[in-house]
């Protein structure tokens, strides 16, 4: 089998295993409005490319640890996710009317109920890393250390705070190094928390840590970038939303700055700077780490 192949299978077999669980992460006893379960549960499982938990999943068997004790953790990664594209689309952020070729969460419930499941969705990831502890006996210290960095990396210094500096920044970024910023916390930072996360499962080193940050760093920058190009250039089928729509609200972008070809460029300098992080850090297990991050230069959706 390929390695093309075999990323393709690798990627079709973690997201099923994904589904499957988010499908059942809201417990069935518990007295939620049934609008609200329903909203939560239209996002959640509206598809997507599940790329977060599948990280989390294959950091943590990088380092030799089991995939089924990262779940729950995979889990919320997903819901943090899920949450802030969710608050994403409604009318006061990037208002948009699609997601995932499907209607957004405001278009079907209304905004009041969108920000309310999103709210939700927030919560309830932290208390699913919980599980982690309660049902696959992770150590108390190695939680209390992830939900520090979920903390940090989807709040105001991480994923919020990117996208408080994007809503800002709208027409008025002039530099690449504030282009930079956004980028790096909207997406970047949930990426990070992703492969450190799955790590300190499996017990990861501080350096081993490091080399997952820069990893994380690069290909989260990466993928950014392929979708400032993809919504120039990419099908709107595959995409599951209209394409263009950076140009239509005069967003800043890296093609805007630097063009079509110098952003690819780009993006083949930072997948080559996330395989050098973990090619020589003491990985033991870094050949899906390495697949992913060639996977994701190119990807078309």
Not at 48 to 69: F, N, Q, T
Not at 252 to 279: C, H, M, N, W
């Amino acid at each position: 089998m390929s390695a093309v192949s075999s990323i393709h299978d690798y990627i079709q077999t973690q997201a099923l295993r994904v589904e499957h669980e988010l499908e059942r992460s809201i417990p069935q006893e518990w007295s939620i409005p049934a609008a609200l379960r329903e909203s939560m549960m239209y996002s959640l499982m509206a598809g997507g490319k599940r790329l977060r938990p599948i990280l989390v999943l294959a950091s943590a068997e990088a380092l030799g640890g089991r995939a089924e004790d990262a779940m729950p953790v995979a889990l919320a990664v997903e819901m943090i996710h899920t949450y802030s594209l969710i608050h994403d689309d409604l009318p006061a952020m990037d208002n948009d009317d699609f997601r995932r070729g499907k209607p957004t969460n405001h278009k079907v419930y209304g905004e009041a109920m969108a920000i309310l499941a999103g709210d939700a969705l927030l919560t309830h990831a932290f208390y699913t890393i919980v599980q982690a502890a309660r049902k696959q006996g992770v150590s108390g210290g190695t939680i209390a250390d992830i939900v520090e960095d979920l903390a940090r990396l989807s709040g105001a210094p991480g994923m919020v705070g990117g996208q408080a500096a994007d809503m800002q920044g709208e027409q008025g970024v002039t530099k690449l190094e504030e282009l930079d910023y956004i980028h790096l916390h909207k997406t970047s930072d949930l990426i990070v928390f992703s492969l450190k996360a799955g790590a300190r499962i499996a017990g990861a080193t501080a350096e081993q840590l490091a080399a997952l940050d820069r990893f994380g760093t690069c290909i989260g920058l990466a993928f950014q970038i392929q979708d400032d190009i993809l919504d120039l250039v990419g099908d709107e089928q595959k995409l599951g939303k209209p394409v263009q729509s950076d140009v239509k609200q005069q967003k800043v972008t890296y093609p805007y700055f630097i063009g079509i070809e110098a952003s690819q460029a780009k993006i083949e300098q930072l997948t080559r700077e996330a395989r050098d992080a973990v090619t020589g850090a003491g990985i033991p297990y870094p050949e899906r780490l390495l697949q992913l991050a060639d996977y994701l230069m190119k990807r078309d959706h």
